[in-house]
């Protein structure tokens, strides 16, 4: 079954750092670039983070750069987000998405940043 | 960075109504444009790919139309599980950025 599985959310103060990860399984992971999406409370999607099935190329949205760093480990089917420097408006529910064109997605991690 | 702007906010809409939203790119995405549905507390699901390319699985009343700058999403008659909202995402550029969404309400 082809499934995305993300983990690590949890509440965090300002300032503070969280490790997400996105366990995949069911497709052939090191073939797809894998991404980030989030959504504040009652709010719309926004793409966060891209990382290419080799690792060439990585991006970030200007709202997480030089904060949030992506990573993948081809061997593991997993996918990570190293969030530092965390704000209250970091505060999200966290998806794992496939491919730019997104058919699979996980169900999501909440992050709450709140002191 | 390219900018998706969708019309309206929100609607309401009968069973059975013929439902049309529209989403603008700040540039010209030549047909990388696609449509999700999203109900609340769900992960988004894809419906339509490449402007016009309707996913495996999606009912044919969804169809999606449009090149460059200008797309949008026609429900030709709007069922009970269509009330949701609805998102375009470009995947022209390297980070896929999403409208602000449509919500669909009952009338």
């Known amino acids: 079954e082809l499934q995305l599985v993300e983990s690590g959310g949890g509440l965090v103060k300002p300032g503070g750092s969280l490790r997400l990860s996105c366990a995949a399984s069911g497709f052939s992971f090191n073939s797809y670039t894998m991404n980030w999406v989030r959504q504040a409370p009652g709010k719309g999607l926004e793409w966060v983070s891209s990382i290419s099935s080799t690792n060439d190329y990585i991006y970030y949205a200007d709202s997480v750069k030089g904060r949030f760093t992506i990573s993948r480990d081809n061997a593991q089917n997993s996918l990570y987000l190293q969030m530092n420097s965390l704000r209250a408006e970091d505060t999200a529910l966290y998806f794992c998405?496939?491919?730019?064109?997104?058919?699979?997605w996980g169900q999501g991690t909440m992050v709450t940043v709140s002191s | 960075d390219i900018q998706m702007t969708q019309s309206p906010s929100s609607l309401s809409a009968s069973v059975g109504d013929r439902v049309t939203i529209t989403c603008r790119a700040s540039q010209s995405i030549s047909r990388y444009l696609n449509w999700y549905q999203q109900k609340p507390g769900k992960a988004p699901k894809l419906l339509i790919y490449a402007a016009s390319s309707l996913q495996s699985g999606v009912p044919s009343r969804f169809s999606g139309s449009g090149s460059g700058t200008d797309f949008t999403l026609t429900i030709s008659s709007l069922q009970p599980e269509d009330f949701a909202t609805y998102y375009c995402?470009?995947?022209?550029?390297?980070?896929?950025?999403f409208g602000q969404g449509t919500r669909v309400e009952i009338k």
């Open positions: 995402q470009q995947s022209y550029s390297t980070l896929g950025t």
């Open positions: 998405a496939r491919d730019t064109v997104i058919s699979l």
